[in-house]
């Protein structure tokens, strides 16, 4: 096949300094060792993360080392590989587990590599896909089947998210709450109905993304400001409480809520990030109820690429209305401005020429 | 609510004799004790282990005790409910499970009584539904919510098992295989699609059934006489075979196929009953794999009664392809002789009068 | 045999009043119904519950219903059983499983009795066992196998508890830490040694709780006041921090601290109930961590008991240093003191005259 | 530190040819390539699979591809790494995991490469370690903890076999029955006792073998040849059968008791290889009975390594009474003789000079 030349230097939109901002800049197309894949990125999707780097919050002046290239959900087609490399061959469409496992720890050699110890994340701690290319371990190339809407390759990052939340116990025939409804909350809504779950509560303030919850696939849409809002769950529950919460959104408020809605020996996955430390009463949430409680990182590796394949592929699960704008890369700003205003839900930033 | 007073005497197809057949007699209606039910039935269906007393086989000789009522997949009205029986009420419309568990062994006392050591199963071991009136422990009993749709009512008993073996070990995102489309079979295909099966291959000799097997949701239909099956089976899951099999015939060639389609690490549930000891390579089908087999018995004692629920009425997973035939109960001979050519998959007998 | 006339009254131990302590009273024997058993209590033994309602704090008084009789630890002879009861006989040995499941809700349908929506809790909701007769519904029975030293009857409740919290996850291999070693803690290091934990961590601030902790099992003994407690589990893990939690103090630095000692991927199972919410880093703690953390409560009805009676009759799991003291029953005020100053451990009430 | 500088030939014990035997033979030291690390064998020890390569039968015959170096199970120290190896030093003591998965196939991929589809056993599929040198990728090393006795270190290969056996289901206060006690399955008595087992029926024909059962840990010691062996385990559990099967032996006759034995709702785990098609009872051995069936292949890689390497260090267990004999490796002619004989339960070859 034919692909392009490959060219010396490239666009990249970087996290210049420690600052607010970021700005696009020609830089050197990375080099590639042995077993590394260079990919030239298609497409590229916004994350709340990139958000935060934008921002230049409290979180991100403790973890980012500037100057870098964010971007962590990606697609794109394989440039060139190293000469180790096996499996994986220049023309191929990919996307890629962005988190770079160590190989070494106790997690890595016991099925717990999205738990790595000494992780490093594409995208956050090492340059990632913003660019024209990206250098991607060729362990962590996901190759992605003709059959899946190429519309959807930079989504299996945080659809797997959503896959490894809702799948981290039963789901089949149980009543579930999802608590937050941004785009990994929506496909997690999307996964429970397609995965057999009874009935799915999803708790949002916001309009537009409940209507977006909706056409996932929610059968009830609640609003956490309306005060019958426990009462609604309990009723549509014989009075049991939701069998699974699916905490998505990280605030406080919800979380405890989530909790008290859960029944008696239920399970909660928790996946949304509190900015700090929250007030649970751990005894009513948890204790007295024998809940199992999963905190959700990542995807397993690759068990979660799997399931996400064969539900899109083979059962149709469609992720296109969570898709709200496409704009090309050197719009960040205005990607940026609407995550930040609540206007759209998952940006498609193009790449490619 | 007004019912019917209830009579000193009932129609009741019996096995009247250690012989082949049943027929219709006028019995006593059963007196119940402080803690039965007595239920009015509305429509019972046929089960093919009635078939196996019909044709008074040598399983049958060796377990049932002539004279008695068979008859175990019904639904009913509460006609009556003994002194201490809470929570069932008179006029309520149900089914219920007929395995009645000790309550006393190690199995009923830690989670399994599905396989009570001293189970007696209604219909087989005492009286059963073929009749006007049938008696059950009311904590056996399983009220049908009105949004079920009442044609299912007798089915929960064959439909749960379905559930039962389908739900035996992860579903979602796997490529599953079912060998044998009788009802059971067709109901589990139904489940797994439900609940996020990422492609089901249905095995099955006899046309009719595969065709119900597309019906209720298989994504590809294989004949075993066809010899290229087990490739067929390796192309369409990149020579892996398939995560999964749900063994439903009891066939030994269906079974030791099945197990060669198993992938390495895969899981068997097998609820068919082979007649005779099996002859099997263990070292292939299962040791070197690294399987793991589950044999299923009935239903999980409630827990299959609340995910059946869940899927038929949350999930509207339909049962009706499969029910192909309505007969009068005194028609039985009839609806004997349609399963016995295989004409018919699962025929409802009119008890109601 | 030849058991004593049951008299018509007794002596029990009662909270009479809302307001602080306890006393003895001379009572009416309870009445047994058709499935009920009446038991001749030998030995109580005293809980931390217990003195909640001796001194009468916020929780007892939104909980506890005076007038009645406390104590859910015992053990005893059958005196007398209700005239539909199977399976107990009079003059049998027993103890019992205090939390008296509703029998109909989804938990209890469903093999989590122990989460029972509806439970009422003997010695707590209702009459319990400080007292010369106890009346118990014939399904929570447990019959004490003769091997059993008898001294241990009346504390199957508390080791049960111990056992569900140890074996709710893999403990074979497993590094342990153990966060309060009051006598469920103290248990708690019974049943993880002797199951294969690896190595166990005690943390506790009373240095003769370590020391019984020491005789348990536990291989390092840490007080919680040391500054380089965390680093010292880390060295002594290889860096990883431990694979299982077992939190028993309720305490919430505590749980704060047992947390942070968890490793990536790690179990945390909670027993220890705080008196109010906690501030938790749940971020850090749990969901970056990828952990699973149970709640825990009571017992699983009832392969929390087989797995309790194998430990203790077949592996010789040794409860004795835990009993600090033995008293006669009307010396309970001693009892309550010596607790409250934590200069005992378990202390056995003598009641059988 | 001072190693021996690497000789250009080495003592090797070979397979030359598709015929019986084996033989020494001085042979070139193996190159290593950038990611394997060269091992100075210290000890290698003796597999049931060694003796059938040596007797050259037909699952030699099938399998093996002369000429090449036998040898699986062995320790010793490194001797050179490759360049790009992380973590393994010139100087460790050593064993390794000798099947070397593909790393690219689905099983691979997901937390199951213990049933990698390509899987390349050194010792089996390429050379092993009957040899003073042997040739390892360095991701299959597992470093040897200084506190576990050198004399165990050839044996973390079939103990691991047990520990993956035993391990695979719940064990802590199960009845346990183990069928073959050959050095797997008197291993496998080891670790059900180190971690909580109930009680443990030792069922094997060979007395000497029986009598190291004992030493490992056994409760009860049964001859299969006794006809009254089934009611004992009958008698000594209750009427309930055991809870665990742990199948070590292969033997048609042995799989078919040892299925009978087990209770209802049981859980079965097969790791002996029968050397044909076995004829079963599904339907009362497996499929009435509710059981779960584990194949087991392999050792976990490398959550058995973690555990096994803990119940030795840390929980003591002691394989020393299974090591029967030590010989050089010249003398291997008169190990396989003591083997086939039944003389011998495990034998060390020493290898280094």
């Given amino acids: 096949m034919t692909l392009q030349p490959i060219p010396k230097t490239m666009r990249a939109l970087m996290k210049p300094t420690a600052a607010p901002g970021m700005e696009m800049r020609e830089v050197p197309v990375p080099h590639i060792g042995a077993t590394d894949v260079l990919v030239a990125v298609d497409t590229a999707s916004v994350c709340g993360t990139d958000l935060h780097i934008f921002h230049w919050d409290e979180w991100a002046q403790a973890r980012i080392k500037p100057p870098y290239i964010p971007g962590h959900e990606f697609c794109g087609t394989v440039a060139a590989v190293g000469n180790l490399v096996q499996g994986v061959s220049v023309g191929d469409f990919v996307s890629a587990e962005m988190h770079v496992a160590c190989g070494h720890c106790l997690q890595c050699r016991s099925g717990q590599a999205h738990v790595c110890q000494f992780v490093k994340i594409l995208g956050v701690d090492a340059d990632g896909a913003f660019a024209n290319y990206v250098r991607i371990p060729a362990s962590n190339i996901w190759k992605l089947d003709p059959a899946i809407p190429r519309d959807f390759g930079s989504l299996f990052d945080p659809f797997g998210n959503a ?111 509190p900015s700090r430390p929250v007030e649970l009463d751990l005894a009513n949430a948890l204790i007295f109820k024998g809940a199992t409680v999963h905190g959700i990182n990542g995807r397993k590796m690759y068990e979660t690429w799997y399931q996400a394949e064969a539900l899109i592929r083979d059962r149709g699960v469609d992720l296109s209305p969570v898709i709200t704008h496409r704009l090309p890369l050197d719009r960040f700003d205005e990607a940026m401005h609407l995550l930040e205003n609540g206007e759209a839900s998952k940006i498609l930033l193009t790449v490619r020429q």
């Fill in 163 to 273: 896959v490894h939340t809702v799948l981290s116990g039963p789901i089949a025939g149980q009543t579930v709450a999802v608590t937050g409804c941004g785009p990994i909350g929506l496909f997690s809504i999307a996964v429970a109905r397609a995965c057999g779950a009874a009935r799915i509560f999803a708790i949002e303030p916001n309009a537009t993304r409940r209507d977006l919850a909706k056409q996932l696939g929610a059968d009830v849409l609640l609003n956490p400001s309306n005060a019958n809002l426990e009462q609604q769950v309990m009723d549509a529950t014989h009075g049991n409480g939701v069998d699974v919460l699916l905490e998505m959104s990280g605030h406080p408020s919800a979380i405890r809520q989530g909790f008290r809605l859960l029944r008696m020996g239920g399970r909660a996955s928790l996946l949304g990030i």
